[in-house]
């Protein structure tokens, strides 16, 4: 059994990760800290809230992390965010449920540096899928756990374009700074990025038979699941068909690592136009490599795939 943290910014695709890791009987779900990204973190927790609630999880508790940059005072989403992810972060869809928990009064950073401490690298992944400026602040408070701990985090491009600029993803741009740091703590860090996720889609029509809308719960995923595929078709390159399946890669391989193959080379952040965000290997450890980080470069899109439909549609059928 892995037990998981996930450090979320709730959008679309976070979404259906918390449903894979629901649906996933080797996976126990310690709990769910907010980060920003997609949205910011208020509005993040709170979209987990619903979900949890609409899932019948209200065991999984929720703690708010650190809600802007580590070079700013505030965040707000940009348009890219909003323009996939909606205002809501759903793509305007409600979630058909009211919550009866409240977001825990201990702050993310904590309740992560009590895991750490508590369960080796063996028992315990955080997976982060938004900005990773939560994880370097534990890491600042407590760098002797870096050799404890293990992030399979969504994020980065190494040998593929970034989709917020040529050089740069999305979750690594929102705080470059902070997550340099993380990629040279010596933290166990596998970067499930561009490189893969790009390859890992849902289809129009799968989506519609995964979450048919004969149930409230059903209509708000199919709703949500539109709003997404509608703002990829925009964008997409001719004969990309569908979303991709950025976020629930990550859960998968945190729970299977051989669903992807993966090079070992330690990682530098460039925090400097022009390639700010940009993550390549960094040239001050090449000949002394650490062994710890591990880029994906290459994925069993269908194994995976296959796992991700059983495991979202048993917990949207059971669930919702």
Same mark, same amino acid.
């Given at each position: 059994? #892995? ?6 910014? *709730?959008? /679309? $695709?976070?979404? &259906? @990760?918390?449903?894979?890791? =629901?649906? %996933? ?14 949205v910011t973190v208020a509005q993040g ?8 609630a609409l899932f019948g999880r209200e ?65 315990? #992944? ?6 990773? *400026?939560? /994880? $370097?602040?534990? &890491? @600042?408070?407590?760098?002797? =756990?870096? %050799? ?31 997550a340099d740091r993380v990629f040279k ?136």
């Open positions: 059994m #892995t037990k998981l943290i996930l450090d979320l910014d *709730t959008g /679309i $695709d976070d979404t &259906l @990760a918390l449903m894979y890791a =629901l649906g %996933s009987p080797e996976a126990q779900l310690l709990g769910i800290t907010g980060t920003f990204g997609n927790v709170t979209n987990d809230l619903a979900l949890l065991d999984v508790p929720v703690y708010a992390g650190i809600d802007h940059p580590s070079t700013a005072e505030r965040y707000t989403p940009a348009p890219g965010s909003l323009r996939f992810h909606g205002t809501n972060g759903l793509g305007g869809a409600q979630v058909p449920a009211v919550p009866t928990q409240t977001v825990q009064a201990m702050s993310a950073v904590d309740v992560i540096i009590d895991a750490v401490e508590t369960y080796g690298p063996d028992e315990l #992944t955080i997976v982060p899928t938004g900005a990773l *400026t939560t /994880i $370097d602040a534990v &890491l @600042a408070r407590r760098p002797d =756990l870096a %050799s404890r701990m293990r992030l399979v985090l969504m994020g980065g491009a190494l040998t593929v374009p970034g989709n917020v600029s040529p050089f740069a993803e999305a979750n690594i741009h929102k705080d470059p700074e902070a703590s010596g933290a166990d860090l596998t970067m499930i990025g561009l490189d893969v996720t790009m390859r890992a889609r849902l289809p129009r029509a799968d989506a519609e038979r995964l979450f048919p809308a004969d149930t409230a719960g059903g209509a708000f995923l199919a709703e949500m699941l539109g709003f997404y595929l509608d703002a990829t078709a925009k964008t997409a390159p001719a004969g990309e068909a569908g979303c991709c399946l950025h976020d629930p890669l990550a859960v998968a391989v945190a729970l299977d690592p051989t669903l992807v193959t993966t090079l070992e080379l330690d990682l530098r952040v460039d925090c400097a136009e022009p390639g700010r965000g940009r993550t390549i290997g960094d040239p001050e450890r090449l000949l002394a490599p650490s062994g710890r980080t591990h880029v994906a470069l290459d994925v069993d899109a269908d194994r995976f795939y296959e796992r991700f439909c059983k495991r979202v549609s048993m917990v949207a059928r059971s669930r919702c």
